[in-house]
């Protein structure tokens, strides 16, 4: 069974921080490449962030600076770290787990995220 459980969502003030966890369980977490999308209502879900095994980083431009992603092996866990947030922050998060050599991805629920003017 595998299981990636999101938490840290909320409500917060435009400039203000939040820290998302994934806490994934079932996979063999350290050979999988994590990451974080986003989708706001109306809109495609977008790569946030992702970190491979190999602890290479991706960001997306809007978020680039911001934005940090991290991962801890040991504790099956990926977080990200959201600095001097803006509404246009504001979405459902997601957590992906993404093994090269597999067809599917794998999914968490959604943690939402809103900022406040």
């Known amino acids: 069974q595998v299981s990636l459980v999101e938490s840290g969502g909320g409500l917060v003030q435009s400039g203000g921080s939040l820290r998302l966890s994934c806490a994934a369980s079932g996979i063999t977490f350290s050979i999988y490449t994590m990451g974080w999308y986003r989708q706001a209502p109306g809109k495609q879900r977008d790569l946030v962030a992702s970190i491979t095994s190999g602890e290479t980083t991706t960001y997306a431009s809007s978020v680039k600076g911001r934005f940090t992603i991290a991962r801890d092996n040991a504790k099956s866990t990926v977080y990200l770290q959201m600095n001097s947030l803006e509404p246009e922050d504001t979405a459902v998060y997601y957590c992906?787990?993404?093994?090269?050599?597999?067809?599917?991805?794998?999914w968490g629920q959604g943690t939402q995220v809103t900022v406040s003017p």
């Open positions: 992906n787990a993404k093994y090269t050599w597999q067809y599917w991805d794998y």
